[in-house]
């Protein structure tokens, strides 16, 4: 079973940057990756997601400000986030999905606040 960690929350202000990564247990090279994040009292929705052959999907409300990346050498995923707004402000964890198989990891905190 792959365990993920993810790092890099944090609290930032308006405007700011922040870097996730998520590193594996094992080898991700398989998976598709992704980023997904809940807010307090809403649903967990997908943020970001990049297949085994490295083809991205965004969501709407973050397309052309977060940037989703991986290496497989490092069985690590990034999520970049720039241009951070407070709604941002969420629980955003990683996804590895392979077939039916999906594993979480326990989430990062990210706080956009002034």
């Known amino acids: 079973q792959v365990q993920l960690v993810e790092s890099g929350g944090g609290l930032v202000q308006p405007g700011g940057s922040l870097r996730l990564s998520c590193t594996a247990s094992s080898s991700i090279f398989f998976y598709t990756m992704g980023w997904y994040r809940q807010a307090p009292g809403k649903e967990r929705q997908m943020v970001a997601t990049i297949s085994s052959r490295s083809n991205t999907d965004y969501a709407e409300s973050v397309r052309g400000q977060f940037t989703i990346s991986r290496d497989n050498a490092k069985n690590t995923v990034y999520l970049q986030m720039s241009s951070l707004k407070p709604e941002d402000t969420a629980v955003y964890y990683c996804?590895?999905?392979?077939?039916?198989?999906?594993?979480w990891g326990q989430g990062t905190q990210v706080t956009v606040s002034s």
């Open positions: 996804n590895a999905r392979v077939s039916t198989l999906s594993h």
